[in-house]
């Protein structure tokens, strides 16, 4: 018999969906991971007589599957998960967030809403996240602390913040962020225009220049709600997207959050310029501010990741139940229920997510070993007929058994393994108790 190769983990399972177009879903199959690469993908035969490792995952009653990217969050916004609910976009962030951002938006703030965001990520399957907010280096610090791979868009925006006094501190923000985290392993520096309204012309060309001499990708809100589409037409003469593009904003490093109002030819220079598209349909159902053309935007080849946005706007970062909502409102609209079906979608939560933050997003040979393994033994999954329906239409975040990320197991048996559940979830109710007593 050929002697073995030694790898640090082996991981099992009656179903392994690699999301690669050549290995598709393997049964009984097997992945192989050394250092934080996957060295083996195949049946478990296969794997099992050309690999040994000390560690070994899954078993029977699991599937194993790409980790699940978040392509657009506010993860510190944790702490104010329904502060204010059932209420317009303009309304909530003028009249509620804005306001409460205002007067607890600090260092400890952030570090306790990115960790509580980290933990629910984690425990619900999601390996990296993009986020836009402020005090980014904390965050990062943060996601490094969990070893959960993150995306900090530092956040531009004109007006005063409890950061900054205008755009020009925040590009400096920008700066100090790449310096702090451009050579991180987990953390990759990036900026986050906040929108087109918030942002002057002149404001948005000095991002885009900032971003690509320095090789950040850009995310930024665009065409969320009816009322930007009139008021960017009403200031400029333009769609935003013909606004940004007649900027030289538009590249194929822009994630553009949301895109739920297109005008005519919009679509034609997103597919021209690259731009990739985070849909955020529960945020946008729950702010009622549409629903955007996606099974348009795939037919025409723009890449469409899913993001959850901010917990205060969704009210979780669960992708499990973006990837539902996503699969289930677009056959509604559509009345055709071919128009997004659940491979597409299980794509866009794993490959155009990992894509979008520069990652693979397959489990295959050399991709980075950041996987999940979910336990489909539960009443409401079995039997199996075909499991990447299942993870759309039947998984829940609680079916989370392991998290892997960059080689190294985070979570195992639903539990986090090297954070402090508790103490999170416990600091998460005392600023409840502070934000509540102040505002009562
Ligand atoms: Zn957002």
């Not at 985290?181 to 002057?200: E, K």
């Not at 490093?253 to 849909?279: Q, S």
Request: with cysteine.
């Amino acid at each position: 018999m050929p002697t073995r190769q030694e790898v640090d983990v082996l991981i099992t399972a009656d179903h392994l969906v690699t999301m690669d177009e050549t290995l598709g879903v393997i049964a009984d199959g097997a992945v192989a991971v050394r250092d934080n690469v996957i060295v083996g993908v195949g049946p478990q035969s296969e794997i099992l007589s050309s690999f040994k490792a000390p560690d070994t995952y899954g078993g029977k009653g699991r599937a194993i599957i790409p980790g699940l990217v978040n392509t657009h969050t506010h993860a510190a916004m944790t702490l104010l998960r329904g502060i204010a609910d059932d209420i317009p976009l303009k309304a909530w962030l003028e009249e509620h967030i804005w306001p409460a951002e205002k007067r607890w938006l600090d260092e400890e703030f952030v570090r306790d809403g990115v960790r509580l965001a980290c933990l629910e990520m984690l425990l619900s399957g999601t390996v990296a996240f993009a986020d836009m907010y402020f005090f980014d280096e904390v965050a990062g610090e943060v996601a490094n602390e969990f070893g959960m791979r993150a995306l900090l868009c530092s956040g531009i925006i004109d007006q005063p913040t409890k950061t900054t006094k205008d755009a020009d501190d925040c590009l400096q923000n920008a700066e100090m962020l790449y310096e702090r985290f451009r050579d991180d392993a987990i953390v990759r520096p990036a900026i986050g225009a906040h929108a087109t309204y918030t942002c002057s012309p002149e404001t948005l060309k000095k991002t885009a220049l900032l971003a690509r001499k320095r090789g950040m990708p850009i995310t930024i809100h665009l065409a969320e709600t009816r009322w930007e589409v009139q008021e960017i037409k009403s200031r400029y003469g333009k769609s935003p997207v013909k606004h940004l593009d007649s900027i030289g904003f538009l590249a194929d490093d822009i994630i553009a959050a949301h895109c739920v109002w297109l005008e005519p030819g919009d679509m034609e220079i997103l597919i021209e310029r690259g731009v990739r598209v985070a849909h955020c349909i529960e945020s946008n159902l729950k702010l009622s501010s549409g629903i955007a053309p996606v099974p348009r935007m795939l037919k025409a080849g723009i890449p469409v990741s899913l993001g959850t946005d901010g917990a205060a706007s969704n009210n979780d970062l669960d992708m499990f139940g973006e990837m539902r909502t996503a699969a289930l409102v677009h056959k509604g609209v559509c009345e055709d229920p071919t128009c997004m079906d659940a491979y597409t979608v299980l794509r866009m939560a794993t490959v155009e997510g990992a894509r979008a933050l520069g990652l693979d997003g397959t489990l295959s040979p050399g991709a980075r070993a950041d996987m999940v393994v979910l336990d489909t033994g539960g009443a409401h999954m079995v039997p199996v007929y075909d499991i990447c329906s299942h993870i759309v239409y039947s998984a829940k975040a609680s079916d989370v058994d392991t998290v892997m990320v960059a080689g190294r197991v985070l979570v195992e048996d639903g539990r986090m393994l090297h954070t402090d559940e508790a103490e999170i979830i416990g600091k998460a109710h005392e600023w409840a108790r502070r934000i509540r007593s102040n505002s009562g």
